[in-house]
Each structure stands twice: as C-alpha cells, then as structure tokens.
C-alpha cells in the first residue's frame, strides 16, 4: 500500500525557518517524481515545488523561489521541503504527492498534510 | 502565467448530473487532471488525461476537454459527492503545474 507520511510542520514567526519531510512507502521511491502542494486555510489548492525522480529537474512556483528549497533521498525513501524567510502567507497545510503513473503527471497519491502556521 | 478559471460553486439535486468547467486558454491542448477534496481530507484524483478514470472511481465521474473549457461530469449525483474540485495541468511555458481556484459542489 502506498503511504506517503508528512511531518516537519507547527508554529514559526516570519522570517523563520522550518524543515518539512515526508517519508514514502509502498511504492520504489526512487522511480518517482515528487511534489509539494499548499492549501492555505478556507482556500485552494496551490503547488509549490517539483523534484524529479533523479533530482535533475526541481521547479518552483513563483511565490516560494528563492525561500524554499526541494530535496529528496532515494535511499531512505523520503522527501523534503526547507523553508527559509517564511511568511504569512506561507501558513498552509503542506501535502506532499507523488507524480504518478497515470496519464501526464497527475498526482495520484497524497499525504495527509502537515501544518504550517507563520505567525508572531 | 496559466490561468485556470472555475465556477465557485455548483449546486444539484441528487440523481441529477453535475458538470464542473475549468477554463483556460486553448486548455484542450493540454492533459486535464481533476481532483475531489472533502473537508479534512487530502486530495483524491478522479479524472487524468482528461477523461481517464483511476481504478476505483465509479464511472459516474467522466471528463471532457476542448477549445478553451475542460469539463468534469458527475452523473447520478450522490450526497457522498459533495466536495470541493480541482482542476490540474502543466504549463509547459513556465515549468509550472497549475490548479483551478475550486468548485464546491453541494447537494441539494
């Protein structure tokens, strides 16, 4: 069964730091790109970040260039999200979600997300 | 950047068939994904490629994609329907994925 566990979230003033991971299962991470997604609370879905399954191409949405850094290891099956400058608009649940293989890049398995809440 | 445009809110009677837009320009150009999210709830995907089905979901859910307006159909609309949808695709021309703002649908 495919599991994907994220953990790294809670409470930080802006301009602070977090570090979000997310730990796979039930699947050869290692063959599969990665994403990161954000829900702010009461509002849509957002992505933030893409890692490919080699870690070749990493892609950023706008709002987090240059703050949050994508990174995985293939050998403990886990994924990350470095999050530096933070904001508040930067509170969020963060999912991470696997690029699967069905169609073009759907994302077709989710974590139950973590929270991130930036505040002071 | 792309932009994807969505209804805010569509409401149906149960039985009845709900169809959620996803506007974009020349999105038929391009692979649509669909997502349901109910409260507390990480996303599930129920349309891919624009009107494939995961194993899984009923075929109730179908979708269709052309010009500028990808659609989601929900026929024989259940109360375990109502969620909030979200529609997906890659914009090629800046690296980016890209989602709808949502679509509550509601049950009546």
């Known amino acids: 069964e495919v599991q994907l566990v994220e953990s790294g979230g809670g409470w930080v003033q802006p301009g602070g730091s977090l570090r979000l991971s997310c730990a796979a299962s039930?699947?050869?991470?290692?063959?599969?790109?990665m994403n990161w997604v954000r829900q702010a609370p009461g509002k849509g879905l957002e992505w933030a970040s893409y890692?490919?399954?080699?870690?070749?191409?990493?892609y950023y949405a706008d709002s987090v260039k240059g703050r949050f850094t994508i990174s995985r290891d293939n050998a403990n099956n886990s994924l990350y999200l470095q999050m530096n400058s933070l904001r508040a608009e930067d509170t969020a649940v963060y999912y991470c979600?696997?690029?699967?293989?069905?169609?073009?890049?759907?994302?077709?398995?989710w974590g139950q997300g973590t929270l991130v809440t930036v505040s002071s | 950047s792309y932009v994807l445009t969505q209804p805010p809110s569509v409401s149906v009677a149960p039985g009845q068939t709900a169809r959620i837009t996803c506007g974009g320009n020349?999105?038929?150009?391009?692979?649509v994904h669909w997502y349901l999210q109910k409260p507390g709830q990480a996303p599930v995907l129920v349309v891919y490629?624009?009107?494939d089905r995961p194993s899984g979901i009923p075929e109730r859910f179908s979708g269709s994609n052309s010009g500028n307006t990808a659609t989601l159909t929900i026929s024989r609309v259940e109360a375990g329907d109502e969620a909030d949808y979200y529609c997906?695709?890659?914009?090629?021309?800046?690296?980016?994925?890209?989602f709808g703002g949502g679509t509550k649908l509601t049950v009546l």
């Open positions: 890692i490919s399954s080699s870690s070749s191409a990493i």
């Open positions: 490629d624009d009107s």
């Open positions: 020349n999105i038929g150009s391009k692979s």
């Open positions: 997906q695709v890659w914009d090629n021309s800046s690296d980016h994925w890209v």
């Open positions: 979600a696997r690029d699967g293989d069905l169609g073009v890049g759907s994302f077709d398995y």
């Open positions: 039930g699947f050869i991470f290692s063959d599969y790109s």
